[in-house]
């Protein structure tokens, strides 16, 4: 069964400074992987995500991460964090089945952004 | 689009009482989920459907929870009886294929007395 980890509950930058956020899977296949960010009371909105291709993805918000098959790792970053940065991340490994994509969840990182 | 839509927001019910959750998928989008986050236990998926049909509903805690989808444009989770345990956030998500993204709805909170 796949599994994602995310080793970081809490991480607090300044702003401006670089951030990244790591995730950790397991999956025996080549897995599908996301990362989501929720802000207080709101839904999940997709940043970015990797299916092939490329290992390192661009998604909004001038996020990107790098699919690195050997370490089994999808880290998130970003040059320069903003204030409306803070929110909480998820990362998610899909498995692809014969009808749909079944997303596994980290716990999520919180992320705080001091001046 | 106007997104996922789920109602009610929030709803504070109290132990025994049913519960009913709704969501309208983005049109168009043919896979409809229903997951529920907890502090304990993360962001779990509860069930999800292709075409109005229930695929999988491993994740459905017990008998008391159950869903359905009458047609493409909406959805239900029903919990009879709650319990205080059900406390949670509940998200739907719908997607346009089985390898599209998901996209999530607000969330309905849940707070079972």
């Known amino acids: 069964a796949q599994s994602v980890t995310q080793p970081d509950i809490h991480i607090t930058v300044s702003e401006g400074a670089s951030l990244e956020l790591r995730c950790n899977y397991s999956?025996?296949?080549?897995?599908?992987l996301f990362w989501y960010v929720q802000s207080p009371g709101q839904g999940l909105q997709l940043l970015l995500k990797?299916?092939?291709?490329?290992?390192l993805v661009q998604g909004i918000k001038g996020f990107e991460a790098e699919f690195k098959r050997s370490q089994s790792s999808f880290n998130l970053r970003k040059p320069s964090v903003h204030w409306s940065d803070a929110a909480e991340y998820f990362c998610?490994?899909?498995?692809?089945?014969?009808?749909?994509?079944?997303?596994?969840f980290g716990a999520g990182t919180i992320l705080r952004v001091k001046s | 689009d106007a997104g996922v839509i789920q109602s009610p927001r929030h709803e504070v019910t109290e132990m025994g009482q049913e519960v009913t959750l709704r969501c309208k998928p983005i049109?168009?989008?043919?896979?409809l989920f229903w997951y529920r986050q907890t502090m304990m236990r993360g962001l779990e998926l509860l069930i999800y459907?292709?075409?109005?049909?229930?695929?999988?509903d491993s994740g459905m805690p017990e008998d008391r929870f159950s869903a359905k989808m009458p047609n493409a444009s909406f959805s239900t989770l029903k919990i009879q009886p709650s319990e205080p345990r059900d406390s949670a956030v509940y998200f739907c998500a719908s997607s346009p294929g089985g390898q599209e993204t998901q996209y999530f709805g607000p969330g309905t909170r849940l707070l079972v007395l």
């Open positions: 998610a490994v899909g498995r692809l089945l014969e009808y749909g994509n079944k997303l596994v």
């Open positions: 990797y299916f092939s291709g490329d290992t």
């Open positions: 459907f292709n075409n109005n049909v229930p695929i999988d």
């Open positions: 999956y025996g296949a080549t897995p599908y």
């Open positions: 049109s168009g989008h043919d896979y």
